[in-house]
């Protein structure tokens, strides 16, 4: 068994008021796979990041939990693998109207397949 887990950090989002956005991606290969046949990681975090942008069928204030339930299941059918885990750290912003008196980092976490759990190191840096 084979698995890949990378990380984008502090990533800006056109969404939800322009969150920054941590995004922690692991995937196990197929058990089928040849080595060379691995998919390119770079590859992986493109397809990632591109998804993340608001597209004409997702609206910018998309529920992050709807945003990384697709992402999950786009990269699971775009590359060959058996899992997928991504969790997706929501950076807050200020509101004047908001009750928080305290920074809160949210998260979304997305499990397709057969895959381990992500161990996911602290939060936003500044």
């Known amino acids: 068994m084979q698995e890949f887990q990378f990380q984008v950090i502090n990533h800006q989002t056109p969404r939800q ?65 058996m ?7 929501v950076q807050s912003v200020e509101h004047p109207k908001s009750q928080e008196t305290k920074p809160v980092i949210y998260s979304s976490i997305t499990i397709l397949g057969e895959v381990s759990p992500i161990v996911t190191p602290q939060g936003f840096r500044k």
């Open 83 to 89: 899992g997928v885990v991504s969790q997706l750290q």
């Open 17 to 81: 008021e322009g969150r920054k956005i941590n995004l922690f991606l692991r995937y196990r290969y197929r058990q089928d796979l040849a080595t060379t046949e691995y998919p390119d990681w770079a590859k992986v975090h493109t397809a990632a990041v591109k998804f993340l942008r608001v597209r004409p069928s997702q609206p910018q204030d998309e529920y992050w939990e709807v945003l990384n339930e697709g992402l999950v299941r786009d990269l699971y059918s775009s590359f060959p693998l």
